[in-house]
């Protein structure tokens, strides 16, 4: 058997057994992150009898879930390994799809992203992080790049195939876009069944039982909370990336449908919209060289920042087509800022720091702020100020970005950056060394999207 998974193929330079490994990873992150509910959620809520308040207090609750269900998820994963990790999460996410479908209350949508959050932890990083090590055990760790990104190809144009059939759906049965979010998650956990087991493969992706242990994770922690204490460039970076994915996930998760009913776009028609904000945001993620050289990383996000937020007070004044327009512009914006601000943050992070628990710390800080957010957002729409809300939520980004960009140009961090030898790179640039450093698989995948 191993021989046969040894025999490399002409033309791929892959084994059977890695060509094996990309596929099922290219099915099971394509169906798990297929949900079908996503551009109708909030209006399916209200129909259901739920109000703003209730729904937003939902969507505050499910980030602090996420946070709390995030912290323990390097440790689960090194117990019981990562392809395990990934069954247990696609038999979660499978059922927090049908709670709806037996329940749609305020108890039903609650319990569903409560199992939403322990699904997605559950798999955020494990999916990658199998992928690596089974390409590394395959001698193919070469082409793990390139499938990641594949991989994310694919599920976006599922995205784009799948949300526009939404609303004709759900006039031949109300509940099917969570049947069939229910049915994509069962056919990722078929994906996660056939996955190959990884023999010798490092980092417990087994589940051998070897894995590190409690005071191991303890300590990981530790250094990464002292890490970004000692460095207030790490720390004004993770600062500007929790900006920006706050930002982008309210707009585009929590007020996406609010918007479009307050500008008349009809509940059949937010599947489409959806479908072209994936497409501009997916171009723009596959393109940060488009972005010029002329500026730094840290100026382009900034400069993005404000696009995002020029971009939400315009939604204020322009008709239904407008709105569509600056939906896909944020959508764009929010493409090109995620891999230029991703990058910064990984080239900030000391070699010898514990990488993943510290992108670990950020994920959990976006997801508290966005729980604060949707507490926010909730008051706002139950007094119908949406409008206030986007100006507020605009000025209020411009006010950070700017804050924000005068402390990362300040004589400290200069400093800090000098004595650390620190060169900025252009948005399309590979910092000299950053992309030939070691890393774990959990450090390349462990913030999700």
């Known amino acids: 058997m191993r021989a046969l998974s040894g025999r490399r193929e002409a033309g791929t330079g892959l084994t059977v057994t890695a060509r094996r490994i990309i596929r099922l990873n290219y099915g099971f992150q394509l169906l798990f992150n297929l949900l079908w509910w996503m551009p109708v959620f909030y209006a399916y809520q209200k129909e259901a009898g739920l109000s703003d308040g209730q729904i937003f207090g939902i969507q505050s609750i499910y980030y602090v879930a996420f946070c709390l269900f995030e912290i323990p998820t390097g440790l689960i994963a090194d117990r019981i390994g990562t392809r395990n990790c990934l069954r247990a999460g696609a038999v979660v996410m499978t059922a927090a799809n049908l709670a709806p479908v037996v329940s749609a209350s305020y108890a039903g949508f609650l319990v569903h992203f409560l199992a939403i959050a322990a699904g997605r932890s559950l798999t955020s990083g494990a999916a990658s992080a199998y992928l690596y090590d089974g390409l590394r055990a395959e001698k193919c760790d070469e082409h793990y790049m390139r499938a990641e990104g594949t991989a994310r190809a694919l599920g976006l144009v599922a995205k784009v195939v799948c949300w526009p059939l939404v609303g004709p759906l759900m006039a031949v049965t109300h509940p099917a876009p969570y049947v069939l979010s229910a049915a994509s998650a069962a056919g990722s956990l078929a994906c996660a069944v056939a996955l190959p087991r990884l023999a010798g493969a490092g980092g417990g992706t087994e589940g051998t039982g070897g894995g590190r242990g409690g005071g191991a994770f303890l300590r990981d922690a530790g250094a990464a909370l002292r890490c970004v204490a000692s460095s207030r460039w790490l720390a004004l970076l993770m600062v500007q990336g929790v900006a920006i994915f706050t930002l982008s996930r309210i707009c585009q998760v929590n007020l996406f449908q609010p918007i479009l009913l307050d500008h008349g776009i009809a509940e059949a028609s937010h599947g489409s919209v959806m479908a072209a904000m994936t497409v501009a945001e997916a171009a723009a993620s596959a393109r940060p060289q488009w972005l010029s050289r002329r500026l730094s990383p840290v100026a382009w996000v900034s400069v993005l920042s404000l696009a995002l937020a020029v971009s939400l007070a315009a939604m204020t004044l322009g008709g239904p087509w407008a709105v569509v327009a600056l939906l896909c512009l944020f959508a764009a914006a929010t493409g090109f800022a995620y891999p230029v601000q991703r990058k910064l943050v990984n080239d900030a992070v000391p070699a010898d720091a514990p ?23 909730g008051a706002y729409l139950a007094a119908g100020r949406l409008d206030a809300l986007l100006w507020h939520s605009a000025l209020a980004t411009a006010v950070l970005i700017g804050v924000l960009h005068l402390l990362l140009r300040g004589g400290a961090v200069r400093r800090e950056r000098a004595g650390r030898g620190v060169r900025p790179a252009g948005p399309g640039e590979t910092r000299a060394g950053a992309a030939d450093r070691p890393d774990t698989a959990r450090s390349r995948a462990r913030k999700p999207l």
């Open 355 to 377: 990488r993943a628990t510290l992108l670990s710390v950020e994920s959990i800080v976006d997801r508290a702020v966005c729980a604060l957010a949707a507490i926010a957002v």
